[in-house]
C-alpha cells in the first residue's frame, strides 16, 4: 500500500524558509513523479512544483514559487522535499504531497496537476505571518 507523510510546516515569519519532506512508503518514490500542491482556505488546490522519476528528474513550478522554492529528492531516505525560501503570506496553506503511477519517466506539458497524481499525503500547514 502506497502511503506517503509530509512534515516540516510551522509558523514563519515573511522572508523565512521552511523545509517540507514528503516520506514515501510501500513503494519506491524514485520510480514516481512527485508532486507538491497547497490549498488555502476558499481556493482551489493548486500544484507548485513536481519532479519527474529519477529516469529524467524533470522538474516543474508554478510560476508563483519559481526562484523560491526547490524540489528534491533523498533516495536513501524515499523522501522528497520542498524547501520554501522568502516565503510570503500568500503562501500560507496546506501542503500535501502526492505520488503518481500514471505519468511517464519523461513528462511533458502540465504534468504538475492534480488529475495525475493518485497517492495523497495528509497534508502540513504552512502559515507565513508576522
Known amino acids: 500500500q502506497w502511503q506517503l507523510a509530509e512534515s516540516g510546516g510551522g509558523l514563519v515569519k515573511p522572508g523565512g524558509s521552511l523545509r517540507l519532506s514528503c516520506a514515501a512508503s510501500g513503494f519506491t518514490s524514485d520510480d514516481y513523479a512527485i508532486g507538491w500542491f497547497r490549498q488555502a482556505p476558499g481556493k482551489e488546490r493548486e500544484g507548485i512544483s513536481c519532479?519527474?522519476?529519477?529516469?529524467?528528474?524533470?522538474?516543474k513550478y508554478a510560476d508563483s514559487v519559481q526562484d523560491r522554492f526547490i524540489i528534491s529528492r533523498d533516495s536513501a531516505k524515499n523522501t522528497v522535499y520542498l524547501e520554501l525560501n522568502n516565503l510570503r503570506p500568500d503562501d500560507t496553506a496546506v501542503y500535501r504531497c502526492?505520488?503518481?503511477?500514471?505519468?511517464?519517466?519523461?513528462?511533458?506539458?502540465?504534468?504538475?496537476?492534480?488529475?495525475?497524481?493518485?497517492?495523497w499525503g495528509q497534508g502540513t500547514q504552512v502559515t507565513v505571518s508576522s
Open positions: 519532479i519527474s522519476s529519477t529516469k529524467k528528474m524533470r522538474t
Open positions: 502526492a505520488a503518481s503511477p500514471l505519468l511517464g519517466p519523461d513528462p511533458v506539458g502540465r504534468w504538475c496537476e492534480t488529475m495525475y497524481y493518485t497517492s
